[in-house]
């Protein structure tokens, strides 16, 4: 009889606490979503490689989630890490293995994984998810991947033309248990687009600004001398179809752990891809390739190109002498621009024979209006012959108005030793400008390069990974009582 009193008791006093506040609150659980970062190290390193990044994340949370509560009403945000070491020089399989059995371990029965990995650290973390490895597909929702090299490094061409296996091996570890051979021969661009798919990639980039630029040279000597690097991995081997890249700038691959501004950039564009906030991916734009080779003469050639420019208009000029005795000469007006085009450059070459035929005057019409893009050409031919002349007028080829440039890549894909591509800039400081410069050189006599370009722009996109993350139901005090005194009420029924 007192335990049935006491029972009553408990429950006039809910009933009263429940009535009172039914208008401000009728039901008190709560949907809870969690967010469990896992941050991976890469070779050679360990976690407290990303202790600042860690520690921008944690403290910059607070205000994502207070918006985002307070914009979903009955909605709460819980967030746990795991930060753990792993052995920094085992193939990627084992080091995937690793990562699976430490999260089973210490995130037991844990979802909504968040995996953020530093170099080789993000690409077991893509081979791991990708793979299926420990039943990580269905418990992550992001992979973040910094500075990793997704790409195979046999691909790319190492100082001395020497091997890549033997460059990983000397610049990155003293000891190697297989980490080596899967990041020169293994390609996991397979395994970000099944992530980027089926889940969410985020890969961030950074590099260098020309191919042998001495930003981040080690010694004075650049280990990657045709291709724009952060020191240790190509620029265009570290992302692949699938990622939604972000360029972060000019920074050396481990600037991130110790720079506060970068290490507080990328914090923040995780948490705006996390929460529904814009971020500026990089896109590819334009393309294409260009190559020299040196005379025979002694010493060295050096080339300046503008690449990026875009085909306005072409043709052949052609007329006929038909006097027996005078040379004759022609006076044309070529070309055109579409409309709100911009001329960038011209080329002239003669088709006729250089004796009895020649230029004699190539200029813009206009000195003065860019958007003009006509040429005047002064011709002139020897008495029964003709002259021909192929032109060719390029546009800046501007992007649309509102998207802006973001990035080049700029690589030597073929050729011969002693050639290089020294400088590389943006053309001009028009945002919307994608045209590139670039200063090259190789020794003679005769030797020969073969590079591509590429230019990207700025793409606005907003994913909110939160939203797809579901809630559980969370039930407050209030809750908790009423069913506690259900339950007794039906023992005593």
Not at 289 to 306: C, M, N, P, Q, S
Request: aromatic share 10%; proline share 3%.
């Amino acid at each position: 009889m007192k335990r049935l009193a006491l029972l009553v008791a408990i429950g006039l006093c809910v009933q009263v606490g429940f009535c009172s506040s039914a208008q401000a609150a009728p039901e008190d659980s709560v949907q809870v979503k969690e967010l469990n970062f896992v941050f991976l190290h890469g070779a050679g390193s360990s976690i407290c490689a990303l202790q600042l990044l860690a520690d921008f994340i944690m403290e910059q949370l607070p205000a994502y989630i207070h918006g985002y509560e307070q914009a979903n009403l009955g909605t709460k945000i819980r967030v746990d890490t795991l930060k753990r070491c792993y052995p920094n020089d085992v193939d990627i399989n084992t080091w995937a293995n690793n990562i699976a059995d430490s999260i089973d371990k210490h995130f037991h029965n844990k979802k909504n994984l968040i995996l953020v990995g530093h170099s080789a650290g993000g690409k077991a973390a893509l081979y791991a998810v990708a793979q299926n490895i420990g039943g990580l597909a269905d418990r992550v929702v992001l992979v973040v991947t910094i500075n990793s090299p997704v790409k195979p490094l046999e691909d790319y061409y190492v100082t001395g033309g020497g091997a890549a296996l033997d460059y990983c091996r000397a610049r990155w570890l003293l000891l190697d248990r297989g980490i080596c051979n899967s990041v020169v021969y293994y390609d996991s661009s397979q395994d970000g687009s099944w992530v980027g798919g089926n889940k969410h990639w985020l890969a961030f980039i950074s590099g260098e600004a020309a191919p042998l630029s001495e930003q981040f040279d080690v010694g004075r000597v650049d280990a990657l001398p045709r291709n724009m690097d952060d020191g240790i991995i190509p620029v265009s081997a570290q992302y692949s179809d699938g990622a939604d890249v972000v360029y972060y700038g000019e920074y050396g691959h481990s600037d991130f752990t110790v720079l506060d501004e970068v290490a507080g950039f990328i914090a923040d564009q995780i948490l705006r891809y996390l929460f529904g906030g814009r971020i500026e991916c990089s896109v590819f734009a334009r393309g294409g390739t260009f190559e020299h080779k040196a005379d025979w003469l002694l010493g060295t050639d050096y080339w300046e190109d503008v690449v990026g420019e875009v085909l306005a208009s072409s043709g052949r000029l052609w007329h006929m002498n038909k006097s027996y005795t005078k040379w004759q000469e022609w006076d044309d007006v070529v070309g055109e621009c579409p409309p709100e085009g911009k001329r960038s450059s011209c080329q002239i070459s003669r088709a006729s024979s250089p004796l009895l035929t020649s230029i004699k005057e190539s200029r813009w019409l206009s000195t003065d209006n860019h958007e003009d893009c006509q040429l005047y050409l002064r011709t002139r031919a020897a008495p029964r012959n003709c002259v021909q002349v192929d032109w060719s007028i390029y546009q800046q080829g501007l992007l649309p108005m509102g998207i802006k440039r973001d990035r080049y890549e700029v690589e030597i894909v073929t050729g011969m030793p002693l050639t290089n591509i020294r400088h590389v800039s943006w053309s001009t400081d028009d945002p919307r400008d994608l045209r590139v410069r670039i200063w090259s050189e190789a020794e003679s006599p005769f030797r020969w390069f073969k590079a591509e370009w590429r230019a990207y722009s700025k793409e606005s996109r907003q994913r909110k990974v939160v939203d797809e993350i579901p809630g559980q139901a969370f039930l407050g005090a209030t809750q908790v009582v009423k069913k506690l005194i259900a339950g007794r009420n039906d023992c005593y029924n």
